[in-house]
DNA sequence: TCAAAACTTGACCATTTTGGTCAGGTATGT
DNA sequence: ACATACCTGACCAAAATGGTCAAGTTTTGA
């Protein structure tokens, strides 16, 4: 169980913008050098963030990337969903409340899974990306 | 963000075996058709569940496997942590409170992935075997 | 006693996911 | 026109996943 670089890179690549934003569109590259992520592997990121209208792009000289929202409502969860990183605990599919693994009944640790999934999602619901910035600002010192 | 099946095998295993423990000792082979796991694979998982401690096994004819503890005393953090089933959710050693990737300061978001680490696991700590088959038995019907 | 049931061990392997790189673009400000 | 920065998609190596296969050893019941 463990989160991949992907969803990791997006949250900190987001963090180091929205530090910036309010001033200047931010160049990949300045994120880059700033995070130590690999400018190919941010342009793949920022182009699901974009996609899904977390950022917005400014192209020319002196662009770069700005957020499309207020801090505050963006959570965790709607940067994980761009970037496909995904909270699975199970195969069987939810919809499909009888029946697991061809089988007739559900599984029998079928809501363990559930109520798993449901705790992980709460973490990521509840946290924005606003929270992060002013803890990021009181641990700096 | 998943659920290895290593994992989810293990802990359907044991609630399998829990509810037949008290009588014989339970084959694999049973569980194997029971759940629909392969025999092969379970034994690996059953391997390890036994150096941790928390299965004996009774070798020869009728013999299978039994619970080495109470099912109030085997958490899911138990289970996990005998078939490697561990969380992960940063790279940089916890121990090293600065320096992450090689930088002089801790990576902006390292806080962040603690709390989550925190959070996943104590979901883990609180529930264990004795939980399962409860709830088991209220849903069975 | 001997065969079958069940545990034991460890090598092996195909597929998928991860975590990127590389090579080209295209748009735009100066 | 040129440098900067976004944009797109192909490609790839390494690791993890999810097993299978083979060859035992131990114990019991007939």
Known sequence: MKLTSKGRYAVMALVDLARFDNINPVSLRD???RQGISLDY???IFSKL???E???SIRGTQGGYVLNKNPNDIKLTNIFHAVDEKVKTVQCKKESKRGCNGKATKCITHNLWDELEIHINTFFDNKSLEDLIKNNKETRV
Do not use: M
């Open 31 to 33: 994120i880059s050098l």
């Open 42 to 44: 941010l342009e793949q």
């Open 50 to 52: 974009k996609k899904n």
């Open 54 to 56: 977390i950022v917005k």
